[in-house]
Nanobody, 126 residues
């Protein structure tokens, strides 16, 4: 079975930092395009960032550009999201997602992804 397990969500103060991790199993990790998405109550799930299978090509939502950094360690089957300069509007459940894709690109649409984690909660206080 394919499993994605997120961790690292927590309560943080505005201006602080958090690092999310997503560990995968059941698939060859370096065949996977991966992304981070988030969803707040009453809002639709939105893309935060995505990265190609090698990690060389990444994309970010405009709202997090310059503050968040996506990375991956294929040897550890782990995807990361470094979140700096956190804002209260970053409060959400954060999900990692994966899809098998051998191309050098990533997807910013949730509908392209086949596998999802259970989510980790990030709460940013003013």
């Amino acid at each position: 079975d394919v499993r994605l397990v997120e961790s690292g969500g927590d309560l943080a103060q505005a201006g602080g930092s958090l690092r999310l991790s997503c560990t995968g199993s059941g698939l060859k990790f370096d065949d996977l395009t991966m992304g981070w998405f988030r969803q707040s109550p009453g809002k639709e799930r939105e893309v935060v960032s995505c990265t190609s299978r090698s990690g060389q090509n990444s994309r970010y939502a405009e709202s997090v550009t310059g503050r968040f950094t996506i990375s991956r360690d294929n040897d550890k089957n782990t995807l990361y999201l470094q979140m700096d300069s956190l804002k209260p509007e970053d409060t959400a459940m954060y999900y990692c997602a994966a899809v098998k894709n051998l191309g050098p690109w990533c997807y910013d649409s949730q509908y392209e992804y086949d596998y999802w984690g259970q989510g980790t909660q990030v709460t940013v206080s003013p």
